[in-house]
């Protein structure tokens, strides 16, 4: 069978791979230069329009910002983050000090540490909602991953659960906010919580929203698995558990991966939503807080608070498709 | 008389279709010593594939049975291994891993870890894949993985080997080797072998005996043929046997003439067969 592929051919194949890899490389430099130039082209035409049109529309809150405006705005309010966290070291260095002479005095003299009491800033918002939206997706795929498996393998019971999908998978989280939130303020009683009813809220409502794109795709994953695998898997007797790690899991994860993305940048979507109308901590009630506000720099602030949520929905979803071609063999 | 290793008893099959119950196989019965190499043959669509399916364990016969060792067929196992027809590789593990995949499952208890090893590179180089031990089933060509999973298929040292047209999408000089390799691999391990084959030349060179199937729906064994070929085989010198011709003959004869198909793919099959006369000399001169 060796002598099929005689060795001189090969080498020549090589070289030959060789020199198209190096002409390809060319191409590519131009290709990349060209993906790189029209996005480009796109945004600087969106923001010259921007520029024009927005003195054109007046609210009582002044003209609509332009880019300008937003641009300086975003610049003040890091400005405003920085000052924030030395105001915060200071607070925090003097307490230390003020407890170091307390216990010089007194060694058992109780002292109380708190925590810095001013208001969070805009970054301290962003993280504050970057946290929560993953903790909410990732109790979504907690739940929708392995639950889509069970449907997916199982015939009868996907068609039991199928109308109950259909019917949550369109509710808005508005609707879904008022009935979590009393379910968490009557259930999470502790004396010593460890995390904000807040917190819990608005995680929720986000599992609820997004759970579903992964739900749905997993089912199908599994249950399109190619038969003629299944036969091997039962001709290898392989127990549920190899037969599920081994055979469906990697079979149907670029098509779970695909759910995943789509449940990531619903639940962004829904969290900003959720934030605003429960007034928990995050980016959406930054935007509100500006909204009531109603100083001449609201709009600017908002809509920097925009474009945030926008660019930081477009980097989470990078990083899911970085993971997908770590994790899928077809990619 | 000593007991059958595999037989099928009155085996009847039919599927549950939109249009009502298609009946593939109408009583089907074989008897099958340890060790034969048995070939079957028919027209396409006439249910051999229904046939090892059930053999194997995938499909249950809608009536009459299969008992292997003095034990009823009821449910896949490694024991009966299966070659499927479109190799049937995991595309997401490597040659190698598709292979361990199979040995983990048989021989979990029975080898150390690096008995299991060198057994999955022993069976990877008796189909000459060793060298693709590392690369997925999407970066080799497909008679590269049909070789492979042939070596999963051995590495289960099963007692039954099921192959569904194994050969049937492999260049003629790589199919010549596999058949070989099988003619002296199924003489060492002395493996029952069940095998679908369109090819009647295939069928001659490699089977104690070919089961002719007649067509179907409610298809039945037509004919049962032996080839009493000494061992080892060799398509040059058979070639010109005149026992060899004859076999290939009644096969061509069964084939073409009592179970002639009245489609318009007919014609098209007869060339094909009589361009396969001079191939066995053909494909073994190059070698
Ligand atoms: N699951 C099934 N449902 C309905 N009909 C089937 C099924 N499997 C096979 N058949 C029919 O049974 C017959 C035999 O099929 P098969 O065993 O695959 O033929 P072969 O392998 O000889 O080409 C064909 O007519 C096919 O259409
Ligand atoms: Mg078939």
């Known amino acids: 069978m060796s002598t099929l592929l005689n060795p001189s051919s090969e080498t020549r194949i090589r070289g030959g791979l060789k020199v198209l890899t ?22 600087l035409i969106f923001l010259g329009f921007w520029h024009l049109a927005a003195p054109q529309v007046n609210t009582s809150l002044g003209t609509f910002p332009g880019p300008v405006q937003v641009w300086e705005q975003s610049g003040q309010l890091w400005q405003e983050h920085l000052n924030q966290r030395e105001r915060a070291d200071k607070f925090v260095t003097m307490q230390e000090e003020r407890n170091a002479r307390i216990l010089a005095e007194d060694p058992n003299a109780k002292v109380k540490i708190r925590g810095y009491p001013g208001a969070p800033t805009f970054l301290d918002q ?8 993953m903790a909410g997706f ?9 639950l889509g498996i069970v449907l997916g393998l199982n015939r009868h019971l996907q068609a039991a659960i199928n109308p109950l999908i259909q019917i949550f998978k369109p509710v808005s989280p508005l609707a879904w906010l008022p009935l979590v939130t009393m379910v968490v303020s009557a259930t999470y009683v502790s004396d010593d919580p460890m995390f904000e009813k807040s917190f819990l809220t608005s995680m929720i409502t986000v599992t609820l929203c997004s759970l579903w794109p992964t739900l749905i795709n997993t089912g199908v994953g599994v249950a399109a698995v190619n038969p003629d695998l299944l036969n091997v898997s039962r001709v290898l007797q392989l127990s549920f558990w190899t037969h599920v790690r081994k055979v469906v899991l990697p079979s149907s994860i670029p098509i779970i991966f695909t759910g995943l993305r789509v449940s990531l940048g619903i639940a962004w979507m829904v969290l900003i939503a959720a934030e605003m109308l429960a007034q928990s901590p995050g980016l959406g009630k930054f935007v509100w807080d500006e909204f009531q506000n109603g100083s001449s ?13 926008g660019f930081i929905g477009f980097v989470l979803d990078r990083i899911m498709l970085v993971i997908q071609k770590k994790i899928a063999w077809n990619e | 008389m000593t007991k059958p290793h595999l037989e099928l008893t009155g085996v009847e099959m039919a599927f549950d279709t939109p249009k009502g119950s298609f009946v593939a196989l109408d009583n089907i019965n074989l008897k099958i010593k340890k060790g034969e190499f048995v070939s079957l043959i028919g027209h396409s669509g006439c249910g051999k594939s229904t046939v090892l399916n059930i053999v194997a364990g995938l499909l249950q016969a809608s009536k009459g049975g299969c008992i292997l060792d003095g034990h009823e067929i009821n449910a896949p196992g490694p024991e009966r291994a299966v070659v499927f027809q479109n190799h049937a590789l995991m595309p997401w593990l490597t040659v190698y891993e598709n292979v361990e995949l199979a040995v983990q499952q048989v021989f979990r208890k029975t080898l150390t870890k690096q008995e299991r090893r060198s057994w999955i590179h022993h069976n990877l180089e008796l189909v000459n894949m060793a060298h693709a031990a590392n690369k997925r089933p999407g970066e080799i060509s497909g008679g ?3 070789r492979v999973g042939i070596a999963r298929a051995l590495a289960m040292k099963p007692s039954v080997l099921l192959m569904d047209e194994p050969f049937g999408a492999l260049d003629a000089l790589t199919r010549a080797h596999l058949q070989d390799s099988l003619m002296s691999i199924q003489q060492d391990l002395n493996n029952t072998v069940i095998m679908i084959t369109h090819d009647v030349d295939e069928a001659v060179l490699l089977s104690d005996r070919i089961i002719m199937m007649t067509n179907g729906p409610a298809a039945a064994v037509g004919e049962d043929l ?15 046997d005149p026992t060899y011709v004859h076999y290939r003959q009644e096969v061509l004869k069964f084939l073409y003439e009592k179970q002639r198909k009245l489609e318009n793919i007919a014609p098209h099959r007869n060339k094909k067969a009589t361009s396969a006369t001079t191939n066995p000399s053909a494909q073994t001169a190059k070698i």
Not at chain 1, 126 to 133: C, G, K, R
Not at chain 2, 226 to 240: C, G, H, K, S
């Open chain 1, 22 to 43: 190096d002409r390809f490389n060319v191409a590519e430099l131009t290709q990349a230069g060209k993906q790189l130039l029209l996005p480009m082209v796109g945004i």
């Open chain 1, 126 to 133: 962003i993280a504050t909602s970057l946290v929560t939206v």
């Open chain 1, 138 to 146: 990732l109790l979504a795929t907690a739940i929708a991953v392995p």
């Open chain 1, 297 to 309: 720099q609201s709009l600017s602030r908002i809509m920097a608070a925009v474009l945030a949520i």
């Open chain 2, 144 to 146: 590269m993985a049909q």
């Open chain 2, 226 to 240: 032996y080839i009493n070929l000494e061992r080892p085989r060799n398509r040059v010198t058979l070639a010109d």
